[in-house]
């Protein structure tokens, strides 16, 4: 498909299965969100038109993952499903020794119990929220170093992912340090990619201190198209030899299998280490059960197995990446001001930036999110004050489920930016009625203010 040079996106899928969307009228909505306390993370699906919450086993599964649930072998130790999928890992990643767990959370906490101690220190590009839970709770500190442009939404730099060299020495030169990860793509920093660069000069740093270096890596195959359409010397290579380089750069990775993977639930903790994966193993039985089931169902592991390959397929990942593209573009173009360049999964509205009128504890980010979904039914998520008190931007996340969505419908969601961006300059403030001291952002009440 090199010579594909068409202005359509068109989806690299037909679709033999359906789902109806819901349709609400406008007093409906309204109704459904005040039932919800302004807050939309409490609205019902059932209520919501087009639903860009999460990315995160959301996607459709391929024809060829549904036939392999059948196939599914729900023996409880050492089940055939099991060894289909340690040798597809194997083969993606090279890491020798693959636990399935039940979600990319529970991996974290897995490596977090058995590799970290209180007072250690953890420095990533930027932990996402879960990441960052389990290294405090395990009583270490959690050190984001992403690179300044990172902060910067206008910065149209291709990796806004990759961590801060000067930072990571600067960080080793003060003291011991307990492990260094990069999240692949960058989800807190707007779905950022990390060059093979970055990722080959950390593991060289790591290396040379004797310093464990991790890969979160749940949207790598996303990461990889990056590498190979942005970073100079990549375009020949394929994907599978690109994604090998990035892993064979770590000494281990956790993944939420429900990115990439492109499964409803799933994840995944690997490692080079025989002795560590043993203690990975009996921690895991605590919670996840079995080494080779891992919280999951034989089926699950099946369609996991192939679902990690078709992550990998070209015509899929230019489509994604195109998608996001004419995606974060339709926006600008109405008037909505968004996080440069398109990322991988999600288009980050700035909703500091669209709303000048309000300062950051008035929740912009709020008054945006709420207000796509009064106009048509729109559903994100706030990544901003709620969600990380103190946060410098101020965005919406519009994550995109893989394969589910069509150009129509990213049409549709541009056109309710339009009328979003036109209500903007008269958007009012929301205050915090009523929430929890961590995590708020899931539960709190809200209102206008
Ligand atoms: N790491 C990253 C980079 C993630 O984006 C997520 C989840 C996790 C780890 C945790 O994985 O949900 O399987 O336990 N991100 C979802 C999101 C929830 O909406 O971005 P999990």
Same mark, same amino acid.
């Given at each position: 498909?090199?010579?594909?040079?068409?202005?359509?996106?068109?989806?690299?899928?037909?679709?033999?299965?359906?789902?109806?969307?819901?349709?609400?009228?406008?007093?409906?909505?309204?109704?459904?969100?005040?039932?919800?306390?302004?807050?939309?993370?409490?609205v019902p699906a059932r209520?919501?038109?087009?639903?860009?919450?999460?990315?995160?086993?959301?996607?459709?599964?391929?024809?060829?993952?549904?036939?392999?649930?059948?196939?599914?072998?729900?023996?409880?130790?050492?089940?055939?499903?099991?060894?289909?999928?340690?040798?597809?890992?194997?083969?993606?990643?090279?890491?020798?020794?693959?636990?399935?767990?039940?979600?990319?959370?529970?991996?974290?906490?897995?490596?977090?119990?058995?590799?970290?101690?209180?007072?250690?220190?953890?420095?990533?590009?930027?932990?996402?929220?879960?990441?960052?839970?389990?290294?405090?709770?395990?009583?270490?500190?959690?050190?984001?170093?992403?690179?300044a442009a990172a902060h910067?939404?206008?910065?149209?730099?291709?990796? @806004? +992912?990759?961590? =801060? !060299?000067? #930072?990571?020495?600067?960080? &080793?030169? /003060? %003291?011991?340090?307990?492990?260094?990860? *990069?999240?692949?793509?960058?989800?807190?920093?707007?779905?950022?990619?990390?060059?093979?660069?970055?990722?080959?000069?950390?593991?060289?740093?790591?290396?040379?201190?004797?310093?464990?270096?991790?890969?979160?890596?749940?949207?790598?195959?996303?990461?990889?198209?990056?590498?190979?359409?942005?970073?100079?010397?990549?375009?020949?290579?394929?994907?599978?030899?690109?994604?090998?380089?990035?892993?064979?750069?770590?000494?281990?990775?956790?993944?939420?299998?429900?990115?990439?993977?492109?499964?409803?639930?799933?994840?995944?903790?690997?490692?080079?280490? @025989? +002795?560590?994966? =043993? !203690?990975? #193993?009996?921690?895991?039985? &605590?919670? /996840? %059960?079995?080494?080779?089931?891992?919280? *999951?169902?034989?089926?699950?592991?099946?369609?996991?197995?192939?679902?990690?390959?078709?992550?990998?397929?070209?015509?899929?990942?230019?489509?994604?990446?195109?998608?996001?593209?004419?995606?974060?573009?339709?926006?600008?173009?109405?008037?909505?001001?968004?996080?440069?360049?398109?990322?991988?999964?999600?288009?980050?509205?700035?909703?500091?930036?669209?709303?000048?009128?309000?300062?950051?504890?008035?929740?912009?980010?709020?008054?945006?999110?709420?207000?796509?979904?009064?106009?048509?039914?729109?559903?994100?998520?706030?990544?901003?004050?709620?969600?990380?008190?103190?946060?410098? !931007?101020?965005?919406?996340?519009?994550?995109?489920?893989?394969?589910?969505?069509?150009?129509?419908?990213?049409?549709?969601?541009?056109?309710?930016?339009?009328?979003?961006?036109?209500?903007?300059?008269?958007?009012?403030?929301?205050?915090?009625?009523?929430?929890?001291?961590?995590?708020?952002?899931?539960?709190?009440?809200?209102?206008?203010?």
């Amino acid at each position: 498909m090199d010579d594909w040079n068409f202005r359509t996106v068109i989806e690299p899928f037909r679709m033999k299965m359906v789902e109806a969307i819901p349709f609400r009228t406008a007093a409906q909505r309204l109704a459904a969100l005040e039932r919800a306390e302004h807050n939309l993370f409490k609205v019902p699906a059932r209520d919501v038109t087009i639903d860009l919450l999460t990315d995160s086993g959301t996607g459709a599964m391929s024809a060829n993952q549904w036939a392999a649930l059948m196939l599914g072998d729900e023996s409880y130790a050492g089940s055939r499903s099991f060894l289909k999928l340690e040798e597809t890992v194997q083969e993606i990643t090279g890491m020798p020794y693959v636990l399935p767990v039940h979600q990319g959370r529970a991996a974290e906490r897995i490596l977090a119990t058995v590799s970290l101690n209180p007072g250690d220190r953890v420095l990533n590009n930027t932990h996402f929220d879960t990441t960052r839970a389990h290294v405090e709770h395990a009583g270490a500190s959690a050190i984001d170093i992403p690179v300044a442009a990172a902060h910067v939404p206008s910065d149209t730099s291709p990796f @806004k +992912g990759d961590m =801060d !060299l000067a #930072a990571l020495d600067a960080a &080793l030169e /003060e %003291g011991p340090v307990a492990m260094v990860m *990069l999240t692949l793509t960058n989800n807190a920093a707007g779905g950022q990619p990390v060059s093979m660069a970055n990722i080959e000069a950390v593991s060289a740093r790591c290396r040379a201190r004797g310093v464990p270096f991790w890969l979160d890596a749940a949207r790598y195959a996303e990461n990889a198209w990056f590498i190979h359409s942005r970073e100079a010397g990549f375009e020949d290579m394929s994907l599978p030899a690109i994604a090998r380089r990035m892993f064979d750069a770590a000494d281990g990775f956790t993944m939420s299998a429900k990115k990439d993977g492109i499964v409803n639930i799933g994840g995944l903790l690997c490692t080079r280490d @025989k +002795g560590q994966y =043993d !203690l990975f #193993a009996v921690e895991g039985i &605590l919670s /996840e %059960g079995f080494p080779t089931y891992g919280g *999951l169902a034989g089926r699950d592991l099946e369609a996991l197995a192939v679902g990690l390959r078709e992550a990998l397929d070209p015509d899929y990942l230019r489509y994604r990446e195109r998608s996001m593209a004419y995606f974060a573009r339709g926006l600008m173009q109405v008037g909505i001001p968004v996080v440069q360049p398109a990322g991988g999964h999600a288009v980050y509205i700035d909703a500091g930036a669209l709303c000048p009128q309000l300062r950051s504890d008035q929740f912009p980010g709020i008054a945006v999110l709420n207000a796509l979904y009064l106009h048509g039914g729109v559903r994100g998520v706030e990544v901003g004050e709620l969600m990380f008190p103190g946060a410098t !931007l101020q965005l919406v996340r519009l994550a995109v489920p893989r394969r589910v969505y069509t150009q129509a419908h990213i049409d549709y969601v541009i056109e309710v930016g339009e009328r979003v961006a036109k209500q903007a300059p008269e958007m009012g403030p929301y205050r915090i009625v009523e929430a929890p001291p961590v995590l708020r952002h899931f539960s709190a009440s809200l209102a206008p203010a």
